[in-house]
């Protein structure tokens, strides 16, 4: 009953690196999400896509950029990674009109040293 | 300005009684959704409910229920009957499609419930 899945679940890199965090989907779903967690911020929207080769900036996109070459994968992209860029990344999807509900990775804990 | 606010930073309860946790929100938009979601410990975001702006009436779902204030701009859930594994954080989001944008869903910063045995 897997809906969304995120490569990894834990990963390490060096500033500097360039750092690719995947999400796919199998439920044909439009739009999908990226989001950073970091206690007591709760969650900011980092980018959005609504198709394939689309994007929208959401509050927070600074130091990231993402690909949708697939509607069923949406990557989330380092360029350099920074030591404040070490958080939980949730990437999610919604297929819109027909559901509200935002399905959800399981999240990467991402550690920048 | 905030558009989702949660003022409780952490709650305590005992094991069968009711909590609410309180949410609210701000938008000019006459048509908009309110979404609460629980993260256990293991990290995922797990949906909870849904109410929409235009819905006469409140969400409810299993333990869980949505008291919505159209007026006040709040949206509070109450679970009844606490348990043990509805220890979480808990979040508040609100839909938005700004104009000329696409929709997309703005957190709150959520607040640690804990259930006491």
């Known amino acids: 009953d897997v809906k969304v899945t995120q490569s990894s679940r834990y990963l390490v890199k060096r500033t500097g690196e360039k750092v690719f965090l995947e999400c796919v989907q199998d439920?044909?779903?439009?739009?999908m999400f990226w989001y950073r967690q970091d206690p007591g911020l709760g969650l900011r929207l980092i980018y959005f896509s609504y198709d394939v080769k689309m994007k929208e900036k959401g509050d927070i996109p600074e130091g990231y950029s993402v690909s949708r070459e697939k509607k069923e994968r949406f990557s989330l992209i380092l360029e350099s990674a920074s030591t404040n860029q070490t958080s939980m990344y949730l990437c999610?999807?919604?297929?819109?009109?027909?559901?509200?509900?935002?399905?959800f990775g399981p999240g990467t804990r991402l550690t920048v040293t | 300005a905030q558009k989702i606010t949660q003022t409780q930073p952490g709650m305590f309860v005992q094991e069968k009684e009711a909590v609410t946790l309180d949410c609210t929100y701000d938008t000019s938009d006459p048509s908009y959704g309110l979404f609460w979601y629980k993260q256990p410990s293991s990290g995922e975001m797990i949906f909870l409910i849904y109410q929409g702006s235009y819905d006469q009436q409140n969400a409810t779902e299993g333990r869980y229920s949505l008291n919505f204030q159209k007026a006040r701009k709040s949206a509070n859930l109450v679970i009844s009957a606490s348990q043990l594994g509805d220890s979480a954080m808990y979040f508040c989001a609100m839909r938005e499609v700004p104009q000329g944008g696409s929709e997309k869903l703005v957190f709150g910063k959520g607040m640690k419930l804990t259930v006491n045995p």
């Open positions: 999610a999807s919604i297929g819109l009109p027909s559901s509200y509900e935002q399905y």
């Open positions: 439920m044909d779903h439009e739009n």
